[in-house]
């Protein structure tokens, strides 16, 4: 029997990286409890698969490399040596440096470097000696601590983007969709029958409902296939949090709840890098140190929680930790270097606390390895605006602070509401739309201003028109323009449009790397009739607004 070897390699690397995260995720549980030996069952099971599979696609190296941590392991499992600190640590490096292996592959020369060699005398003094007195051959610490040979520039991973594509369907899912298919196309010939046969419109039009259920039906389907639990994504961390705590000296555990909750793939992996900065900033600046947290009554470990939960049809994610809290003062401080509020210290905490995320905004005193730029949490909140994601913060001080992420379940499909401006279509996101009106008489009169204020049921209501930010001005107005009311973080803004065109299912379509960086834009879909519609993101547009000089604004009322 012959054997694809380049298809039994891919399979190899991607359960490699499940592996190598289950090994690590299992040693760091070891470390802080190290009385369960289901742990070390599983981690040593981890690493004599890997060394079978290794030697099925024909790694020796990759395998003697396992075998040497499967030696330390099974002194683990006999009870010849404990789980300290130490011993995790040097598991931890072997666990990344099977990962440096595993780069190697795509060159299909894998070998061990001298880094990799240093790592097994390592392992192999602790076990030999284990069964003696205990004592190391050599300096783990040291070994351990060495860094890895730096990754060759332009190599590209094999099968690493097959591994972010790829998902785990049940083969029921699967037989379901085959169906729908199935039945769909049977709809579709019924249609067609129906046209040809000269039947009635009510016949076709029952024909036609028939098929959309069908269509809507296999649509929520493919977009549960898309749907993954956040515990994979949650459990990432628990390396980064131990590694970053023992850099600063302080004690962290990290906690989840709500593993459980399902997000769409696409929007998982965007908010990766919003937790991993919400996480460093929480130990380098929230988190005291074991001695500070004494002093203050707390217990010397710190907790960071991550806890997702749905929110009327999206998703809440917390970073939640018990440290010191925010500096008001510090805050007011820097928003006053800054120039970033006239006076910072009158406004409500909200405000104030959101100013955190501002461009080059940080409260450190001095600029440490991990933070202190004033960049992470800037990275926070574009990211989660690009998902069409809201972020706030709360902070008691010498409690901790709460960062909460508010997302969309989805970023395939929203629901949106179309307006029309001038000869083109955008859609707004059905979510930040709180009502339509017509828009004033008097306000109507000034088509030329690109922005104002009008008073909306006894309070000011700024607003500004598309047409103009979308350079749609050589286009005649028409008669009665109207307004769509969207809801921002701080407060409402009318968006003065030429029609009203209704709400539907929006199907997002990316815009492609020349469009990627058009501002006020988040995609595009096609409509019905075959032409674009952008969709718009409402947070950029209103960025954008405020840069721009606008003309004096009116004061009209709704009639």
């Known amino acids: 029997m012959e054997f694809d070897h380049d298809a039994l390699l891919n399979a190899f690397l991607l359960e490699c990286d499940e592996l190598l995260s289950l090994m690590e995720e ?30 099925c696609v024909e790694l020796p ?3 003697e490399f396992a075998h040497g941590v499967e030696d330390l392991l099974e002194r683990l499992r006999t009870g010849a040596l404990a789980a300290s600190h130490e011993v995790v640590s040097l598991l931890l490096s072997a666990v990344d440096a099977m990962r440096e292996l595993r780069r190697q592959i795509p060159g299909k020369q894998v070998v061990l470097t001298p880094h990799h060699r240093g790592l097994m005398g390592v392992m192999a003094g602790w076990a030999r000696d284990a069964s003696a007195d205990g004592a190391p051959a050599v300096d783990v610490k040291t070994a351990s601590s060495a860094s890895p040979p730096p990754e060759p520039s332009g190599r590209k991973l094999l099968a690493e983007e097959e591994r972010a594509r790829s998902l785990r369907v049940g083969i029921n899912k699967l037989d379901r969709m085959l169906d729908l298919l199935g039945e769909l196309s049977i709809a579709q010939e019924g249609v067609a029958a129906l046209v040809e046969g000269g039947h009635s419109r009510e016949e076709l039009r029952e024909a036609t409902r ?27 961390y628990v390396r980064t949090v131990r590694d970053l705590a023992e850099a600063r000296d302080k004690q962290v555990e990290l906690v989840f709840e709500g593993e459980d909750v399902e997000m769409d793939t696409a929007v998982v992996d965007n908010v990766r890098d919003p937790l991993l900065h919400m996480l460093r900033n929480a130990i380098d600046h929230g988190i005291e140190t074991p001695a500070v ?5 707390k217990p010397a470990t710190a907790r960071i929680t991550l806890r997702a939960s749905h929110d009327s049809g999206g998703i809440l994610i917390e ?32 405000e104030l606390f959101s100013l955190i995320f501002a461009p080059g905004f940080s409260t450190a005193r001095e600029i440490t390895p991990m933070s202190g730029r004033g960049v992470g949490m800037d990275v926070v909140r574009r ?26 379940l989805t970023f395939a499909i929203i629901d949106g509401f179309m307006v029309g401006v001038g000869p083109d279509t955008y859609v707004i996101p059905l979510d930040a739309v709180q009502e339509c009106i017509e828009l004033p008489a008097n306000a109507r009169g000034r088509t030329g201003e690109r922005a104002g204020v009008l008073n909306l049921r006894g309070e000011p209501l700024p607003f500004l028109r598309l047409r103009h930010l979308f350079s749609h001005d050589e286009a005649e107005a ?20 030429d029609t009203l065109l209704g709400e539907g299912q929006t199907v997002i379509k990316p815009l492609g790397s020349m469009f990627k960086d058009l501002p006020c834009i ?38």
């Open 383 to 408: 990211n989660v605006e690009a998902l069409r994601g809201k972020v706030s913060v709360q902070s008691r001080e010498g409690h901790g602070v709460t960062i909460t992420l508010r997302l969309p």
């Open 61 to 63: 190296a990759f395998a």
């Open 210 to 236: 028939a098929g959309e259920r069908l269509l809507r039906e296999l649509q929520e389907l493919v977009m549960k296939v898309r749907m993954v639990p956040l515990g994979p994504t949650f459990r990432q």
């Open 293 to 297: 947290r004494r002093t203050r009554g």
């Open 26 to 55: 299992q040693l760091i549980g070891l470390e802080q409890e190290p009385e369960q030996p289901e742990r070390l069952q599983t981690i040593f099971r981890a690493a004599h698969t890997l060394k079978g599979n290794a030697t």
């Open 478 to 497: 028409p008669p009665r323009e109207s307004m769509v009311i969207v809801q921002h973080p701080q407060g409402k803004v009318g968006l003065v449009v």
């Open 522 to 559: 988040s995609g595009a879909s096609i409509l019905g009739n075959g032409r674009i519609a952008l969709i718009l993101d409402v947070t950029a547009i209103l960025r954008e607004a405020t840069r721009r000089p606008s003309a004096p604004g009116s004061l009209a009322t709704p009639a």
């Open 319 to 350: 970073v939640i930790d018990d440290g010191a809290g925010l500096d008001k003062a510090r805050i007011i401080e820097r928003a006053q270097a800054l120039g970033l509020a006239r006076e910072p210290e009158n406004l409500p905490e909200e």
